[in-house]
């Protein structure tokens, strides 16, 4: 017993150190979401909803200047790497939704994890291309 205990405690411990806390557990509840505090499912989904929009569009516009910056061997391996992306958002977001069971908190678990994913990945292309952008704005005719 002490030692599932102890066990327990130590995978907490790892969990709440990778930023896994019991309260955080999923993308809705995270202190980042913008709508992190709002209780009811129908006006979660509405916030949520319009807060993956905003994040998608500023994903899809960090996207394109970066595209336009880059050389055209470099445009491809970033369309490779966004074609990969998109796959692994799709299957998380989704491995998150089924956490629920088909239950009423699902759906907002998906949205707020492609919302989440949107910010994520446009802080991740401004990390890498930010600077191509700044020095080449849009190559080519």
Same mark, same amino acid.
């Given at each position: 017993m002490k030692?599932?205990?102890c066990l327990a405690s130590v995978v907490g411990l790892l969990f709440s150190a =990778?930023?896994?806390? =019991?309260?955080?557990?999923?993308?809705?509840?995270? %202190?980042?979401?913008?709508?992190?505090?709002?209780p009811a499912t129908s006006d979660l989904m509405t916030c949520l909803d319009r807060s993956f929009r905003a994040?998608?569009? #500023?994903?899809?516009?960090?996207?394109?200047?970066?595209? %336009?910056?880059? #050389?055209?061997?470099?445009?491809n391996r970033l369309i490779e790497a966004e074609r990969i992306w998109v796959q692994y958002r799709d299957v998380s977001?989704?491995?998150? #939704?089924?956490l629920f069971g088909g239950g009423t908190a699902g759906p907002p678990a998906e949205l707020a994890c492609r919302e989440a994913e949107a910010r994520a990945r446009t802080m991740a292309l401004e990390r890498a291309y930010g600077w191509e952008v700044?020095?080449?704005?849009? #190559?080519g005719p």
């Open positions: 030692s599932t205990l =990778v930023g896994f806390g =019991v309260s955080g557990a999923q993308d809705f509840n995270a %202190q980042s979401s913008p709508c992190h505090t709002i994040a998608d569009a #500023r994903l899809n516009e960090t996207y394109k200047k970066s595209l %336009q910056a880059l #050389r055209p061997e470099d445009q977001c989704k491995a998150e #939704r089924d700044l020095k080449f704005g849009k #190559r």
